[in-house]
């Protein structure tokens, strides 16, 4: 396995289909390292389906070892019963987090879009598009709660790194930025 300063899981959580993504950070570079899908619907038990998203989360953070976990808000519509569902399998996903030793970090679907797209109304083909760009990757999903879930990690990396604000005051424009943080920029 490669080694990275850090590790970041993402979560879109779902009782239907629930999304997973990671991305690793070697010298401020992003890379993929996987995104995927754990699909509950063969399953009618929603306890079968909890325990499911259960088994997964841990198995992913054993696997990979993420130091960092982000999950995105359940958003608030016009369906209760839809926001209780999401909300108990955001739970099981955020207390399999928590007991392996992970603070856990949330976002809203508006604040994902708004960090990895410049656009909180994205949809979600621009989410896909701007996850190309910056993690150079081609296929497309079969499912976008993976790219969703990868757009939660991708956005928590922007939050929790800010180079701007570490060198804010301390450049004098792009090409000075670019002198000081030659990892952080792709020439393509």
């Known amino acids: 396995m490669q080694?990275?300063?850090?590790?970041?899981?993402?979560?879109?959580?779902?009782?239907?289909?629930?999304?997973?993504?990671?991305?690793?950070?070697?010298?401020?570079?992003?890379?993929?390292?996987?995104?995927d899908v754990l699909k509950l619907t063969k399953h009618k038990d929603v306890y079968i389906r909890l325990q499911l998203i259960h088994e997964k989360v841990k198995e992913v953070i054993e696997t990979h070892k993420p130091t960092d976990f982000?999950?995105?808000?359940?958003?608030?519509?016009?369906?209760?019963?839809?926001?209780?569902?999401?909300?108990?399998?955001?739970?099981?996903?955020?207390?399999?987090?928590?007991?392996?030793?992970?603070?856990?970090?949330?976002?809203?679907?508006?604040?994902?879009k708004q960090a990895v797209t410049g656009n909180g109304n994205a949809d979600k083909e621009q989410v896909w598009k701007m996850l190309q760009h910056y993690l150079d990757f081609k296929a497309?999903?079969?499912?976008?709660?993976?790219?969703?879930?990868?757009?939660?990690a991708l956005c928590h990396h922007f939050q929790t790194n800010k180079p701007l604000l570490k060198t804010a005051g301390k450049v004098k424009g792009w090409e000075d930025f670019i002198k000081q943080n030659p990892g952080r920029v792709k020439v393509k």
Do not use: C, W
């Open 140 to 152: 497309k999903p079969k499912y976008f709660d993976a790219t969703d879930a990868l757009s939660v």
């Open 3 to 35: 080694s990275f300063s850090k590790i970041i899981l993402g979560i879109d959580p779902g009782t239907v289909i629930m999304g997973y993504g990671l991305i690793g950070v070697r010298q401020q570079q992003l890379h993929l390292i996987e995104m």
């Open 70 to 112: 982000a999950i995105e808000a359940p958003f608030f519509g016009k369906n209760v019963q839809s926001m209780l569902k999401l909300g108990r399998a955001q739970g099981v996903a955020i207390a399999t987090a928590m007991n392996a030793g992970l603070s856990v970090t949330e976002y809203s679907p508006k604040k994902v």
